[in-house]
């Protein structure tokens, strides 16, 4: 009878005590302090998903967990400031002031009162700006499809990837050149209304007569393009699609010190396959090459030589304080392209040369001082500058001697990042032509495809024969096949493409000794 009597007094003392202790001020600076982090940091993430919900539409979770986990190196110090602008000077002087006056206030008055009730507001603020920042995650990016489609397996890798482990590949003799150009987030949209783009104006019309002129494959009778599809929607996502056949997917529970060793080591696309069948190959870009890992993928696959803003620094190309936007401008790049042009087509071997433009990127793009003010927009005149130079590379490349056995693809990586640029109701598609190519389509015309179509067209664009309709998820469109946009649903693939394969975890499979 006395052990339970003696326990009951003992809790109650001891929950006295404990309360006592809750209590004291100490503690309750302790916790006012630990509830103002926590504020600070749900204020902080529910602001940055506003600025993501304004400034990029049409992005999903997969590119926002990528980006975190991948190195910030190369950033348009443009878009760093206006998000440092638009997160915390906005935004978080008027917390920070209220906090500082809590702290100044207790000093002076020595009141708990304070302390209770701001922990109270404390702790109420926090609850709700991490609910708003879910909310908006799971409404906005989709963050309950991600997550549910990393618990839900998936048999169309299984069934639809051809593996360019399992194919021969037989090159012309002479081997084509290619020179692959990616224009930063080039959309066919971007063209005029009676041309199938979504505009009055004329913005791009030297890259119209391009695709009017020569190959350009579209999902319509009048100018069109790819389908953007889930783990293509960013930059190196976009050339993964486009010389691989796959999506980038980030898994959001894989440990991140696994991530980067190397990059897809156990996946084949067309670097690796130009380098197998001796190709010179290079990578041409105005930032730094270090980010979302560009590097690693490049120098993994294929052994590609990278020239980035940092290579061209060492080789007092441009001044080493230089740094616009990205790093350099396109105009730059494509001089740089021309020298390296003249260098790789005075060899015996075959060249691969890849160019990543960067002025149309979001924000608003780069207009360059020798660009055109024709429209009352930034970015439309970035667009039509765009223009320009890339048909007056292809022109300059038209007069030199190794044209006549070279191939021009020219792509956008992905769609422009701010929807708000086209109309709501704009069909929105990427761009693509393919100039002086090899082979000859059955049909250019109401086909149905993705980025993913554009690694195994560009080998056929070279005189590359190999059996099998198409490589990785991709299927030529040269060859009279149907892609997986013609045989599935969009939604269907869409959603297919990103859940949990064994098939495509294999791709991903580290090598422990790094």
């Not at 499809?145 to 299984?158: A, D, L, P, V």
């Not at 290579?311 to 020298?339: C, H, M, R, T």
Request: charged share 20%; net charge neutral.
């Amino acid at each position: 009878m006395l052990a339970p009597f003696l326990q009951t007094n003992y809790l109650l003392f001891n929950h006295k005590h404990i309360i006592k202790i809750i209590m004291k001020p100490k503690f309750m600076m302790i916790k006012f302090i630990f509830l103002a982090i926590l504020y600070f940091l749900s204020f902080i993430l529910f602001q940055s998903i506003k600025w993501l919900e304004k400034n990029f539409q049409g992005i999903t979770i997969q590119e926002i967990v990528f980006h975190v986990l991948s190195p910030k190196l190369g950033a348009a110090n443009e878009i760093k400031l206006h998000f440092i602008n638009s997160v915390f000077q906005k935004h978080f002087v008027i917390p920070v002031i209220i906090f500082l006056l809590v702290l100044i206030f207790y000093q002076l008055k020595k009141n708990l009162l304070i302390l209770k009730i701001t922990n109270i507001i404390l702790m109420i603020f926090t609850i709700n700006y991490s609910l708003l920042s879910l909310d908006s995650l799971i409404m906005n990016f989709r963050l309950d499809n991600y997550i549910y489609s990393y618990f839900q397996k998936t048999e169309i890798y299984k069934k639809e990837y051809i593996d360019p482990k399992d194919i021969e590949f037989q090159f012309p003799e002479p081997k084509r050149n290619l020179i692959l150009i990616f224009l930063e987030s080039m959309e066919s949209t971007f063209l005029r209304i009676i041309d199938g783009g979504d505009f009055k104006e004329d913005l791009i019309p030297e890259l119209r007569e391009l695709a009017l002129n020569y190959i350009h494959f579209s999902d319509s009778d009048q100018l069109g393009g790819a389908i953007q599809l889930n783990g293509t929607g960013w930059t190196i996502a976009g050339i993964v699609a486009q010389t691989m056949g796959i999506p980038l997917n980030m898994p959001i529970f894989e440990p991140p010190n696994r991530k980067f060793y190397s990059f897809l080591p156990n996946a084949i696309g067309l670097t690796d396959i130009l380098a197998k069948a001796g190709y010179q190959q290079r990578f041409l870009i105005g930032s730094e090459k270090e980010f979302a890992n560009r590097d690693i993928f490049f120098e993994t696959h294929g052994n590609v030589i990278i020239k980035d803003i940092n290579y061209y620094k060492s080789k007092n190309k441009i001044p080493k304080d230089y740094f616009v936007w990205w790093g350099f401008e396109d105009e730059k790049l494509y001089q740089f392209a021309k020298e390296e042009l003249i260098e790789l087509s005075s060899k015996d071997q075959p060249f691969n040369l890849i160019l990543l433009t960067v002025d149309t990127h979001f924000f608003d793009g780069y207009l360059s001082p020798s660009c055109e003010k024709k429209f009352d927009s930034q970015y439309k005149n970035v667009l039509a500058c765009a223009s320009k130079q890339v048909a007056s590379f292809v022109k300059w490349i038209q007069t030199q001697p190794f044209y006549k056995n070279t191939t021009i693809v020219i792509v956008g990586d992905h769609l422009y990042m701010d929807g708000s640029f086209v109309s709501p109701e704009a069909k929105r598609r990427i761009y693509n032509v393919f100039i002086n190519a090899a082979s000859k389509p059955i049909k250019t015309t109401y086909r149905k495809f993705s980025s993913f179509d554009i690694f195994p067209s560009i080998l056929d664009s070279l005189g590359v024969k190999y059996n099998a309709p198409g490589l990785g998820l991709g299927r030529s469109l040269f060859k009279d096949t149907s892609t997986l946009l013609e045989i599935y649903d969009f939604d269907y693939l869409n959603s297919e493409i990103i859940k949990n394969s064994k098939e495509y975890n294999s791709f991903t499979i580290l090598n422990e000794t790094h």
